[in-house]
T-cell receptor, first 110, second 113 residues
Framework: RKEVEQDPGPFNVPEGATVAFNCTYSNSASQSFFWYRQDCRKEPKLLMSVYSSGNEDGRFTAQLNRASQYISLLIRDSKLSDSATYLCVVNTGYGQNFVFGPGTRLSVLP | NAGVTQTPKFRILKIGQSMTLQCTQDMNHNYMYWYRQDPGMGLKLIYYSVGAGITDKGEVPNGYNVSRSTTEDFPLRLELAAPSQTSVYFC????????????FGPGTRLTVL
């Protein structure tokens, strides 16, 4: 089993739609969790950290379920500018540190 | 504020050639990382450093070497380039090793022919 797995995608949604991405991780000792956004041919950039209590930033909501080793990202009222690949990132605190999922590509269509 | 800078942006190498990818950060971060990203794949950690003079292997270190003589610089050396090393290479830094954001450079696109 891969350390971090994500929905394979791509997701093609119309503007204004709500879309949810899922991510699972295998190491139960993982300590911190993130969603990064990567635009085509660009570097990843932090979208948001994910906390056990869940957190929200505008149209974006992230949830963490430690018991199920599952992370989610919800995007409401999708914009064209949300088109990107979303990377789930898990940190175990050990030598390998940040482990990246393969990413889920989102295309928001006009 | 430049953040993390990488040079070159693009490079084509012949099999067996060597090169150094440069990475510099101006945020005084102790932690620095080198990743490679193959098409459609996630980032794989090559090497990381927890401070000047201290480096360690990541998931895919074979064929690469690093050094960290200063806090700012973390160059990645490719010896005897192979087609399997064709990839996009990202350097990143962070203030802490667990809970903090990683800041990435713009990447180096390397093709080995």
């Amino acid at each position: 089993r891969k350390e971090v797995e994500q929905d394979p995608g791509p997701f093609n949604v119309p503007e204004g739609a709500t879309v949810a991405f899922n991510c699972t991780y295998s190491n139960s000792a993982s300590q911190s969790f993130f969603w990064y956004r990567q635009d085509c041919r660009k570097e990843p950039k932090l979208l948001m950290s994910v906390y056990s209590s869940g957190n929200e930033d505008g149209r974006f909501t992230a949830q963490l379920n430690r018991a199920s080793q599952y992370i989610s990202l919800l995007i409401r009222d999708s914009k064209l500018s949300d088109s990107a690949t979303y990377l789930c990132v898990v940190n175990t605190g050990y030598g390998q540190n940040f482990v990246f999922g393969p990413g889920t590509r989102l295309s928001v269509l006009p | 504020n430049a953040g993390v800078t990488q040079t070159p942006k693009f490079r084509i190498l012949k099999i067996g050639q060597s090169m150094t990818l440069q990475c510099t950060q101006d945020m005084n971060h102790n932690y620095m990382y080198w990743y490679r990203q193959d098409p459609g794949m996630g980032l794989k950690l090559i090497y990381y450093s927890v401070g000047a003079g201290i480096t360690d292997k990541g998931e895919v270190p074979n064929g690469y070497n690093v050094s960290r003589s200063t806090t700012e610089d973390f160059p990645l050396r490719l010896e005897l380039a192979a087609p399997s090393q064709t990839s996009v290479y990202f350097c990143a830094s962070s203030e802490t090793i667990i809970t903090d954001t990683q800041y990435f450079g713009p990447g180096t696109r390397l093709t080995v022919l």
